[in-house]
């Protein structure tokens, strides 16, 4: 599922983790691709290191064949928005 650029202003975009899981879970994100915003879901479970527990890895599915990773660093950032 795309979103058009003008429907994704009106979105916000993920500022913790939990909101990102949630969203993500829940069928309600997206991530800029191109000229329009793609529907993401999750593709693997969420890994956490002992040593370093703000930092966190979901892997994500976007599409029939593209895949990424959603890393600690990358909330805040408004390629991904969260369609309430």
Not at 8 to 26: C, H, I, W, Y
Not at 70 to 80: A, I, R, V
């Amino acid at each position: 599922m795309t979103i058009s650029i003008e429907q994704a202003k009106s979105l916000r975009v993920p500022a913790t983790r939990e909101e990102f899981e949630t969203a993500l879970d829940g069928n309600k994100l997206f991530v800029k691709m191109g000229n329009s915003f793609w529907q993401v879901r999750r593709n693997g479970k969420t890994q956490t290191w002992s040593t370093r527990p703000t930092n966190f890895r979901v892997p994500v599915k976007c599409g029939l064949r593209e895949t990424g990773q959603f890393h600690e660093y990358m909330l805040g950032q408004s390629e991904w928005r969260i369609n309430d």
